[in-house]
């Protein structure tokens, strides 16, 4: 299954700083209380930035279900299943019940493709070979979710990180981190009103078939104090 990173629309960043600028005094001054009083002064509690942040990524399905039907006309209907029968067994050396439909079920889609052409072109018009219907097993789509929450995760404290930089603080542990909003859905494509399902290149049913995600972050921080700047060597 791959994975790929979407362009993120401009996010929007909420912070808050719970207390008043650095450096403010107040009346004949004296420090503000909750404010830095100067080097060595431990950091208050309370300062937290409040910041959201999201993430999308999409997932090529995974698998893909072909349906295989076979047909023969004998003089004999012993003749006709043993024809079949043979075909079957050319098809899938399992298949030796008497049924006269066997479904594949292929991970390599390449591999797929390859073999659907190997049968019509051995079996000619005996064999009928069903659109491939394209899905995800469920391992993936919980990897997928998995994923975009995580990436969504990241963003939001990268964006905590810059905004604390901006006031020249350092950011801390987190608070509380909050998904508020998980959506899904499945790829569409552009094809004209009178195309059947049937007239779909395999891209385009993999398109069809991809599922997004997208995944919406709330989360506190904690602001640790002013940020250390490394000195550097002459």
């Not at 999409?58 to 893909?64: E, G, L, M, N, S």
């Not at 064999?127 to 899905?135: E, G, R, T």
């Not at 998904?179 to 891209?203: A, F, Y």
């Amino acid at each position: 299954m791959s994975l790929s990173a979407l362009p993120l629309p401009p996010a929007r960043v909420f912070a808050e700083l719970l207390a008043p600028p650095l450096g403010g005094r107040g009346r004949e001054n004296e420090p503000v209380p909750g404010l830095l009083g100067g080097r060595g002064t431990p950091v208050p509690p309370g300062r937290e930035v409040h910041v959201s942040g999201s993430a999308e990524l999409c997932a090529a399905p995974d698998r893909a279900r072909v349906s295989i039907r076979l047909g023969s006309r004998k003089g004999e209907a012993g003749e006709a299943r043993s024809s079949v029968s043979r075909r079957l067994e050319y098809i899938a050396q399992s298949a030796r019940q008497r049924g006269v439909q066997v479904c594949i079920t292929f991970s390599d889609f390449g591999k797929m493709q390859n073999v659907c052409n190997l049968l019509v072109e051995k079996l000619g018009s005996s064999v009928i070979i069903s659109p491939p219907h394209f899905y995800h097993t469920a391992e993936a789509v919980d990897t997928l979710r998995r994923q975009v929450c995580l990436a969504a995760v990241g963003n939001t404290r990268r964006k905590a990180q810059e905004v604390c930089r901006l006031f020249g603080q350092s950011l801390g542990k987190p608070l509380l981190i909050r998904e508020e909003e998980m959506k899904e859905w499945e790829g569409q494509i552009d094809s004209h009103p009178s195309n059947s399902s049937d007239t779909l290149t395999v891209q385009q049913r993999i398109q069809s078939a991809t599922i997004y995600a997208s995944s919406k972050i709330f989360a506190i921080f904690e602001i640790k104090g002013r940020e250390k700047r490394k000195n550097k060597l002459i």
